[in-house]
């Protein structure tokens, strides 16, 4: 959604990135990323579990399937496709490795949009690690909700 | 169109100041995409 911060800026609303790290490593995600857009932390996942998403070992590491077509892209295929396919799995490893420093690493997340009166215009909730909506849909969800 | 529940709006963020909030201020006076991320790593 990073990418997509001066469209939604454009249409009045504002990104508010959350996470279940500690603060320290939100400021090191933002300053990596250079994010000029509210962060908050939740570290007792209350918010994500009174949204709803999810959490577990399997719906993080996904089906099967998932595991069989990153293994195909390990064996084969162009360099770019196997570097991005290690870098997935050490996104994914590095919570494992070092729990509770940079988050839960089974806590899923997901995309909201909310109106200034509590509606809902948009959600997504994530399924698997790496889950992430088209950002076109979250745009077009504040388009429709400015008509 | 669902509202975000009572409870999922009073419960608690924390800023990088460390700073407690209630989740309905990140929606407050303008629209709000919450992207919930899986950790900052």
């Not at chain 1, 933002?30 to 996942?45: F, G, K």
């Amino acid at each position: 959604m990073r990418r997509e911060i001066d469209a939604i800026h454009a249409h009045g609303a504002e990104l508010v990135v959350i996470g279940n790290g500690h603060r320290h490593f939100a400021r090191v995600f933002r300053e990596d990323l250079q994010l000029d857009t509210p962060i908050y932390v939740d570290t007792t996942r209350a918010s994500y579990r009174a949204l709803g998403m999810k959490r577990g070992l399997a719906r993080t590491l996904g089906s099967w399937r998932t595991w069989v077509k990153m293994l195909r892209a390990l064996r084969g295929g162009v360099r770019q496709k196997r570097v991005r396919v290690i870098l997935r799995w050490w996104y994914w490893a590095v919570p494992v490795l070092l729990p509770g420093t940079q988050g839960d690493a089974w806590q899923l997340g997901g995309v909201l949009v909310v109106l200034p009166d509590g509606r809902v215009a948009y959600r997504y909730l994530s399924t698997v690690a790496g889950d992430h909506p088209p950002p076109s849909e979250v745009l077009a969800a504040l388009e429709a909700a400015a008509r | 169109m669902e509202r975000v529940s009572e409870g999922a709006a009073h419960t608690q963020i924390t800023d990088l100041d460390g700073r407690e909030h209630e989740l309905k201020e990140s929606w407050a006076g303008r629209p709000a995409v919450l992207a919930y991320v899986r950790h900052f790593g």
